[in-house]
């Protein structure tokens, strides 16, 4: 299994320009989180999604963030516009409902620069 | 609203010694509770998951202890070794199955 896999790795843009970060979860995983990552405030969950529906967006900081879950094995985080304090690090991660465990399993992140 | 802290933030120890990390949280109505090591410029890797009806759970070298009543976790290394230099990152899950991360612990292992 590939894990969850994450694109870009790295993304640079400038201050008001439209940024898309995609997801690919395990494939067979129910639950798909995004989260960021900041020196300040540490890792936050951002919205989280299970059996491709929307369930908590309360960690969205503002409109200008948006989440798609189209199907089991895509998603993407869209900033629009995007600011330089949205410069951090983004991570995916999914789950198995079914697993006792429910294990979380992280891709490797987008770090996001936004100047 | 879940709070999780890491003590120490920082810590630095010579190869070979035992040492434990400390994680604590607000509210003892968790689901679980995981321990993950991130590496620099990488992403996270889950170490162990604690169920809420569990005490412990061993890995190899790492064991991984929860007291749910008192809102305390401890992660054990046996032996540190170089290889062992990451962020420890503790993370707890309410029954929607978000995780809650605290700050992590920074180990430095000193060959």
């Known amino acids: 299994d590939a894990g969850v896999i994450q694109s870009p790795r790295h993304e640079v843009t400038e201050m008001g320009q439209e940024v898309t970060l995609r997801c690919k979860p395990i494939?067979?995983?129910?639950?798909l989180f995004w989260y960021r990552q900041t020196m300040m405030r540490g890792l936050e969950l951002l919205i989280y999604f299970n059996n491709n529906v929307p369930i908590d967006d309360s960690g969205m900081p503002e409109d200008r963030f948006s989440a798609k879950m189209p199907n089991a094995s895509f998603s993407t985080l869209k900033i629009q516009p995007s600011e330089p304090r949205d410069s951090a690090v983004y991570f995916c991660?999914?789950?198995?409902?079914?697993?006792?465990?429910?294990?979380?399993?992280f891709g490797p992140g987008t770090r996001l620069t936004v100047l | 609203k879940q709070e999780v802290t890491q003590i120490p933030a920082a810590l630095s120890v010579p190869e070979g010694e035992n040492l434990v990390l400390n994680c604590s949280f607000t509210d003892s109505a968790i689901y679980n509770l995981q321990w993950f090591r991130q590496d620099p410029g990488k992403g996270l890797t889950s170490l162990l998951l604690?169920?809420?009806?569990?005490r412990e759970q061993t890995s190899g070298r790492l064991n991984a202890s929860l007291d749910k009543s008192s809102g305390r976790s401890t992660l054990y290394i046996a032996a540190s070794q170089p290889g062992d230099s990451a962020t420890y990152l503790c993370?707890?899950?309410?029954?929607?199955?978000?995780?809650?991360f605290g700050s992590g612990t920074q180990l430095t292992v000193l060959p």
């Open positions: 604690i169920q809420s009806s569990q």
């Open positions: 494939s067979g995983h129910d639950y």
């Open positions: 993370a707890v899950s309410g029954s929607a199955r978000q995780l809650t």
């Open positions: 991660a999914s789950s198995f409902s079914g697993r006792a465990d429910d294990t979380q399993y």
